[in-house]
């Protein structure tokens, strides 16, 4: 195999292939001499009772350059212990920077060649490619795996199934297999041999993020892939979904999805304000999701999922455009939130918790957040020792002066975070915040995304507290994004004094 040293889409140097053969532990006849995997009853890295398997081998042909109309991928081929020809599609550096974007892609000659529109497949491999290079780096593995696993001939089968009656489920059954017999040893391994461990998964499968960890392969965050349905695949996709466990929540058609100029103004506002002089306070965003009856939780405050997965990947987006996200104590107690970006591309934002009265939990998931210790800013009526055991387990606690009613005071906060280099603050609620918010004018955006539904559960503002406010807070030039089945509405606030988005 050729080595692409000057190529900067060449193979990374500690897989660098030679003589046609990766350097990882490869024989010249192909074969790993370690890092063998267990087979028997192994399925997608649950071991009941293995053997050894044989491992995969690169094929002694070289690496190819595969320019497409995305950009120039290099194309490797790999052959697995399944007998089968899988292959490698990457580009970038694949080991230096943030875990890398990877997709599982399973071979599909109806839709990735013949463009069918019974599945997502053929946008999917095609959303994949601009994903990645987009990014720069990535990798996406096409794998032999028609069908789920039960091959084309057995797939076209169950098609006739389907234009029975019968599901995608239901079809596959019948013919005697399972609803989905891939496995992503394969893949664990082909990515070990890339020099691989940790990846961002590019899929909507739960199942492909358990398989690839069951074979010690770590997944950094999962990122959507959402295709619209067409009238053709909507009953296959919400199929997926229902029985298959598939994380969709697609949009209705794909009419309704929002244009992507629409949306980037949004975040090129926001990247606007980030860049700009320090000033006394964060730039901050007000968001939050509620209902068309004004609800934010169902009734006696239980969690209630509002938005749907369209809005969520977006509002992961919006969380990843922030330096920090901000919620009352009381969202913590109720929701157990873990306030990271995980539908989306992005870092964590920096978590920061209200908490007048330290109540925070100790078992908070916050307090295994992946890379940040969360900020619990409380007054200098905390309980010391509380204090010091919330900071043993990895908490950092902020006390900041306390307004009239003895509450941590919003401005004083707001300052302190700003002195700490939060140039931008997203705040996701509860009631309580969001009304203290509005009414001290303390919020440069609005971002409110509105689901379909009627709960008649807990409003999203603190009912007993009210809007003091005697003039009504108007967005200035309000702008309507359809994502998914939600509508997203943002503006910024009317200020009497310096028009909108005035400094509060």
Excluded at 173 to 196: F, S, T, W
Excluded at 424 to 446: A, H, S, W, Y
Excluded at 455 to 468: K, S
């Amino acid at each position: 195999m050729t080595k692409h040293a000057t190529s900067k889409h060449a193979m990374p140097h500690s897989a660098a292939p030679q003589n046609g053969m990766l350097e990882s532990g490869m024989t010249e006849s192909g074969t790993l001499q370690n890092g063998a995997l267990q087979t028997g009853t192994l399925h997608n890295g649950v071991l009941h009772n293995g053997t050894p398997r044989n491992d995969i081998s690169r094929l002694d042909v070289p690496c190819a350059r595969m320019p497409i109309d995305v950009g120039d991928f290099q194309t490797a081929v790999f052959d697995g212990f399944d007998g089968k020809e899988h292959v490698a599609l990457y580009m970038g550096e694949l080991h230096d920077g943030p875990p890398l974007l990877v997709r599982l892609h399973s071979e599909c000659f109806t839709g990735d060649v013949l463009g069918s529109r019974r599945c997502d497949c053929g946008e999917q491999l095609a959303e994949s490619m601009r994903r990645v290079a987009s990014a720069g780096r990535g990798v996406i593995l096409y794998l032999r795996q028609e069908g789920r696993g039960i091959g084309l001939a057995e797939k076209l089968r169950a098609y006739n199934l389907q234009d029975q009656g019968l599901d995608t489920v239901d079809a596959n059954i019948r013919l005697g297999h399972l609803p989905d017999a891939r496995d992503y040893g394969v893949a664990a391994q082909i990515l070990r041999e890339l020099g691989i461990d940790t990846v961002q998964l590019l899929t909507n499968n739960p199942t492909k993020v358990a398989g690839l960890t069951g074979y010690g392969i770590n997944v950094a965050a999962r990122v959507p892939l959402v295709i619209p349905p067409r009238p053709q695949n909507r009953d296959y996709l919400h199929t997926k979904a229902e029985r298959m466990g598939h994380l969709l929540d697609a949009p209705a058609s794909h009419d309704n999805v929002a244009p992507a100029p629409a949306m980037d103004a949004l975040f090129d506002l926001l990247e606007h304000h980030r860049a700009q002089p320090m000033t006394a306070r964060p730039f901050v965003t007000l968001s939050y999701a509620q209902s068309l009856d004004g609800c934010a939780a169902g009734v006696e405050d239980r969690p209630l999922a509002i938005s749907g997965g369209a809005a969520r990947c977006f509002t992961h987006r919006l969380r990843a455009a922030h330096d920090g996200i901000l919620v009352g104590i009381g969202t913590v107690l109720s929701d157990d939130p873990s306030l990271t970006v995980r539908e989306a591309e992005g870092h964590h934002p920096q978590p920061i918790v209200v908490d007048s009265r330290l109540r925070f939990p100790i078992d908070a998931k916050l307090l295994s957040h992946p890379d940040r210790r969360v900020w619990i800013a409380t007054t200098h009526r905390a309980d010391p020792q509380r204090v010091q055991r919330l900071e043993a387990l990895g908490a950092e606690v902020l006390i900041v002066p306390a307004d009239n009613a003895d509450r941590v005071d919003l401005v004083a906060l707001m300052a302190q975070l700003r002195q700490r280099g939060v140039r931008n603050l997203m705040i996701e609620g509860g009631g309580r915040i969001l009304t203290q918010i509005v009414n001290r004018q303390l919020f440069d955006l609005l971002v409110l995304t509105v689901a379909p539904l009627m709960v008649g559960g807990v409003p999203a503002f603190a009912p007993r507290q009210g809007l003091l406010r005697q003039q009504h807070t108007r967005i200035a030039q309000p702008r309507y994004l359809p994502v998914g089945e939600d509508l997203v509405v943002w503006g910024r606030p009317q200020r009497a004094d310096n028009g909108p988005g005035g400094a509060a």
